[in-house]
């Protein structure tokens, strides 16, 4: 099953780069695949929720939040194109702002 998700890096500390795409989950609901990688859920974590199998590098997925703010942090949030029309008008019901390609 697939659905779009938010994707974080926290592999340089509790602020990383953050996106929002398309993620695979497996049967089991214990890994994802996103962008031909997998990640295993943890069971606990600081800050973390995933740690990418071929790395190590501690992630957080999870579904976007419809009133957008996705990152702990603060900050704008890349949109993968193949997502961004769905995000805009499935998630966050904003069909007048399919054109851009961060969140604010």
């Not at 974080?8 to 962008?35: C, H, M, Q």
């Not at 790395?55 to 949030?77: A, F, H, M, Q």
């Not at 499935?90 to 007048?96: A, G, L, S, T, V």
């Amino acid at each position: 099953m697939k659905r779009i998700m938010y994707i974080e890096n926290k592999g340089d500390g509790l602020d990383g780069p953050g996106r929002i795409g398309w993620v695979e989950l497996s049967r089991s609901t214990r890994s994802y695949i996103y962008a031909r990688r997998r990640f295993l859920k943890t069971k606990s974590g600081f800050k973390h929720n995933c740690i990418e199998e071929a790395t190590g590098e501690l992630y957080w997925i999870s579904g976007p939040k419809k009133r957008g703010g996705d990152k702990l942090y603060g900050g704008k949030v890349d949109i993968d194109e193949d997502a961004r029309i769905e995000y805009w008008t499935k998630i966050r019901n904003q069909p007048e702002s399919i054109h851009l390609k961060q969140t604010k």
